[in-house]
């Protein structure tokens, strides 16, 4: 395997570009609902955290399945052992962590006052970080396969597509909990 | 599998990712004044933030993959480096001058307008941001591939997380610096 700058540019420009127009329309999107999650100022607080610990999950699920579909460590189907292994671990950790923070943000809560109450906050960051994680390491899994069998590069599309779609989901499972657990 | 060494790596700096993720939204929280100046800028700093992570973790990931395949043995100023050093440079000059035209294209459909000095204006502020963050990052990468061989830990795990959160937080004070300097000649 060798590189030449004109192939890496080749491989991620015109998905870059997609992505990047989608992140554009999201923006707007973001835009648009601003005023609604300026009512609650934590749940604008929790967007990049979201979209932040989902997508490094995936980057890093992604990056070591490239690697391993490069030296031949896990065979590139969606039944190998050691790449559900992969899947499990990331949705393990990424359960723990916002385990961890739901329960910090619920105890901050009784200092400094989110305007609601602290069962309210838990269920939102679980909620939303639950269906984050999962859908974002089934992203990565099914990206990274796909990539792999077209012949691309994994390491050139995983990302972009899975930290792009993160945001995405990111927002629309927080918009979820917020409407079921406290209502809009 | 090193299922062991993958959470030791990667359990810690998903604590600090939730850290970094509230620094970077309380700069983005503290630019208000500036995006204000902008109208429209704000609708671009999700995509700029999000395109800067995914050209440095690919960058990242290709480094890891070739670190894996034992390419990186002469040292990163060898041929594979320099080619991943061009390639990450053109895509990030080539996304940057893409922001403006979308946002144009985007005017056009939906419930906002923006004028074409704030389109100028918006043109220099990413492509800018896009050069100036493109170098710090590239540089942060090749110093965690660098550091991870010498420690014997795999980049793959440490990369991605380590990348996005710096990225974030550089882009925005970058972006946010350029912003302040072009508004205040221009308008």
Redesign the interface.
């Known amino acids: 395997m060798t590189y030449h700058w004109k192939n890496i540019f080749k491989e991620s420009a015109g998905l870059l570009a997609l992505m990047g127009f989608i992140g554009v329309v999201g923006g707007s999107v973001l835009g648009t609902i601003e005023e609604t999650l300026l009512i609650y100022p934590v749940l604008l607080f929790l967007v990049p955290i979201l979209n932040g610990v989902g997508g490094n999950l995936g980057a890093v699920l992604g990056a070591r399945v490239s690697s391993a579909f490069h030296t031949g460590r896990i065979e590139p189907t969606f039944t190998d052992d050691e790449l559900r292994e992969n899947m499990l671990v990331m949705i393990g950790m990424g359960f723990f962590v916002f385990f961890a923070f739901g329960l910090g943000m619920s105890i901050a809560n009784f200092f400094i006052d989110f305007r609601v109450t602290s069962l309210e906050i838990f269920t939102v960051i679980i909620g939303a970080g639950f269906i984050t994680i999962l859908s974002i390491t089934l992203i990565t899994t099914v990206v990274s396969l796909w990539s792999y069998h077209k012949g691309l590069d994994p390491d050139n599309i995983v990302i972009p597509v899975e930290t792009t779609l993160c945001d995405f989901i990111g927002i629309i499972s927080l918009a979820l909990m917020v409407w079921l657990v406290i209502g809009l | ?1 090193d ?1 062991i060494e ?2 030791k790596e ?2 810690p ?3 600090l ?2 850290l ?3 620094l ?2 309380s700069v ?1 929280a503290s630019m208000e004044r500036v995006l204000d100046m902008i109208p429209g800028l ?7 933030i ?2 800067r ?3 440095s ?2 960058l ?3 480094l ?3 670190f ?2 034992g ?1 990186l043995h002469q040292g990163l100023t060898s ?2 480096g320099k ?6 440079l ?2 990030s000059i ?2 940057s001058a ?2 403006p035209v ?2 144009w294209i ?1 005017s056009l459909f ?3 307008e923006v004028t074409y000095t704030i389109l100028g204006i918006i043109f220099l502020i990413s492509i800018s941001t896009g050069v100036t963050a493109a170098f710090i990052l590239i540089l942060l990468t090749f110093s965690i591939v660098a550091f991870s061989m010498k420690l014997n830990i ?1 980049p ?2 440490i ?3 380590i990348l ?2 710096a990225g ?1 937080v550089f882009t925005l004070l970058i972006m946010f610096g350029y912003a302040n300097l072009f508004g205040w000649v221009i308008l």
């Open positions: 599998m299922k993958v959470i990667t359990l700096l998903l604590f990712l939730v970094g993720g509230a970077a939204g983005l704000i609708i671009i700093v999700p995509a700029v999000d395109m992570g995914n050209i973790t690919t990242g990931s290709r890891g993959s070739a894996h395949l390419l041929d594979v080619e991943n050093i061009k390639g990450s053109a895509l080539f996304t893409l922001f979308f946002l985007l939906m419930p906002f795999d793959d795990n990369s991605g997380p996005t959160t974030d």
